[in-house]
């Protein structure tokens, strides 16, 4: 699956280059520069330290407070208490680094590998109900058959729309099967499932051309990425912004929470919790404050700290739909006025287990937030997890994310290739 977040660029790993000889123009710029009024040959010789001798304490920088700009102090002062100062890496020489940079390339290398099987491994657990369903359905309906009929075709579609594929989706498939059997293109069992998976990668692939499909598309001097979550209550949009902070923060990236739904009043709770949790700073305000001005506050601390990703929370249910259009319209203005483009997503998060239900939210949700992706939740707890083929068909919008337990770090990248071999157990 790859890194989580791939927005920057640069090498896989942290290269600081600590032991590698200066490009010859690099060294030329620095022969060219002004010498100081004191050379470095007047410097003093460096001794070496007798044994047992303690050794030299390492220089520490002092905190740059009071040499801060007057514009800055005023962007970081709207920001509550809860948003610090990024804290300063340990420069012990003993210490273990948390960028492995005490571990070779290959070691490296080998880590990430065994991360990704680790979350392969999971994704394919977490789809293991949809599965043994579609398996044994499929297995019943192929049983003792040896030939393509009409009978076997009516039996393939009651499995596919069992599994929550939807009928539009299985019927557009099942045309298409059908097309190839009388080319004489699929003649047997195994050409028929070949065929299938074939039809709902495809699906899966074509949803990727529409809305954003990669954080890679925004350039990376747009700072920060703006991500807008949206998503009526109860689908776990709040658990889902705890984990995307806490996966992009992993990756060296650094993230603020924006508080903007002000309507529900525990909706703020929930998020300190996540944030405490995860430690990321999070911008809150009280209940009933306009959200957009809780995102303007959000936006000018995020600057004011050099974030990297500012996450969004909205609200999730209103009085009607013109307050949430009006609402949204609102946040997207001052986003926009605020970072070039923002928001630069906005991710509808819907939950796996409500099947068909969840899609027309979707739909709703498609009307008046400018849905760009999906996050599909709670994958793991549905034994009908074709719904991720009907939204992606239904929508034209790419899955980006997906649930695939409770734990801080079970959101994984939502790999449409992968989902569609563990479907069939591949």
Same mark, same amino acid.
């Given at each position: ?56 304490? /390492? ?96 039996? /393939? ?67 920060? !990425? ?101 609402? /949204? ?71 980006? !994310? ?16 992968? !989902? ?7």
């Amino acid at each position: 699956m790859g890194l989580f977040w791939r927005r920057k660029s640069g090498d896989e790993f942290v290269r600081l280059g600590l032991n590698e000889p200066p490009k010859p123009a690099e060294a030329a710029a620095v022969d060219s520069q002004p010498r100081h009024k004191k050379e470095v040959s007047d410097a003093p010789a460096l001794m070496p330290a007798t044994a047992g001798a303690a050794p030299t304490a /390492l220089p520490v920088e002092p905190v740059q407070n009071e040499s801060r700009s007057a514009d800055t102090r005023a962007d970081s002062d709207i920001a509550p208490a809860s948003v610090r100062e990024k804290p300063v890496a340990s420069r012990s020489p003993f210490a273990t680094s948390v960028l492995g940079l005490n571990l070779s390339m290959e070691e490296l290398k080998a880590q990430e590998e065994a991360l990704e099987q680790e979350f392969s491994a999971r994704f394919r657990r977490a789809v293991a109900a949809t599965r043994e369903s579609l398996s044994d359905r499929l297995d019943t309906v192929f049983a003792g058959r040896k030939q393509i009929d009409d009978e076997l075709l009516d039996q /393939l579609e009651e499995v596919l729309i069992a599994a929550d594929i939807g009928v539009t989706t299985t019927l557009e498939v099942l045309e298409t099967v059908r097309r190839g059997i009388a080319r004489k293109q699929i003649n047997d069992l195994d050409a028929l499932k070949t065929a299938l998976k074939a039809e709902l990668l495809q699906i899966l692939k074509a949803s990727e051309r529409e809305g954003v499909a990669s954080e890679t598309t925004v350039s990376e001097s747009v700072s920060p !990425y703006v991500m807008m979550i949206v998503g009526v209550n109860g689908v776990g949009k709040t658990t889902t912004i705890g984990k995307l902070a806490q996966r992009i923060k992993a990756e060296g990236n650094d993230v603020l929470i924006c508080a903007a739904d002000t309507f529900r009043a525990a909706a703020s709770d929930q998020l300190a919790i996540w944030a405490e949790r995860t430690g990321v700073p999070l911008i809150q305000q009280k209940q009933g404050t306009d959200p957009a001005a809780v995102l303007f506050d959000s936006l000018k601390a995020a600057k004011a700290r050099g974030s990297d990703v500012l996450i969004v929370d909205t609200a999730g249910r209103l009085h009607n739909k013109s307050n949430l259009m009006a609402e /949204l319209e609102k946040m997207k203005r001052v986003a926009g006025r605020e970072v070039d483009g923002a928001p630069h997503e906005t991710l509808l998060v819907v939950d796996a287990v409500t099947g068909q239900n969840g899609l027309e939210q979707a739909r709703q949700f498609l009307k008046v937030a400018g849905v760009t992706g999906i996050v599909l939740t709670k994958l793991d707890g549905t034994a009908k997890g074709g719904i991720a083929v009907a939204i992606a068909k239904e929508l034209s919008l790419p899955i980006r !994310y997906a649930g695939i337990g409770e734990k801080v770090d079970d959101l994984v990248v939502f790999d449409p290739e992968q !989902y569609v071999n563990s479907l069939f157990g591949n």
